[in-house]
């Protein structure tokens, strides 16, 4: 059973910064895809980075430049680098991954079979 859990929110000003992790538990190849999302109040869920088997990267178009997903040393641990956060980047983060092995990163939602729990981040101005 692969259970994902992702930590590391908070609240924080506008032009700060904060460190997101997801721990996965059970059986994530690393040749499996894994992504963060994101779901303010009231909006659906949008994809807010991927990183693919061959470790390239895609990003959501509000975040480029600002925040940077990386695959951590450890085994089975994923990261997102969130720097100067706008308070339009408050909601709920969680990390995804594939059941198997896929090529390049992806933000479609459908891809992942498995989800975090979520932490909340919240942006003051």
């Known amino acids: 059973q692969v259970q994902l859990a992702d930590s590391g929110g908070g609240s924080v000003q506008a032009g700060g910064s904060l460190r997101l992790s997801c721990e996965a538990s059970g059986y994530i190849s690393r040749s499996f895809c894994m992504a963060w999302f994101r779901q303010a109040k009231g909006k659906d869920r949008e994809g807010v980075a991927a990183i693919g088997s061959d470790g390239s990267t895609t990003y959501g178009d509000s975040v480029k430049g600002r925040f940077t997903i990386s695959k951590g040393n450890a085994k089975n641990t994923l990261y997102l680098q969130m720097n100067s956060l706008k308070p339009e980047d408050t909601a709920i983060y969680s990390c995804?991954?594939?059941?198997?092995?896929?090529?390049?990163?992806?933000?479609?939602?459908?891809?992942?079979?498995?989800w975090g729990q979520g932490t909340q981040v919240t942006v003051s101005s």
């Open positions: 995804a991954a594939t059941s198997y092995a896929c090529g390049g990163p992806s933000l479609v939602e459908g891809l992942y079979t498995y």
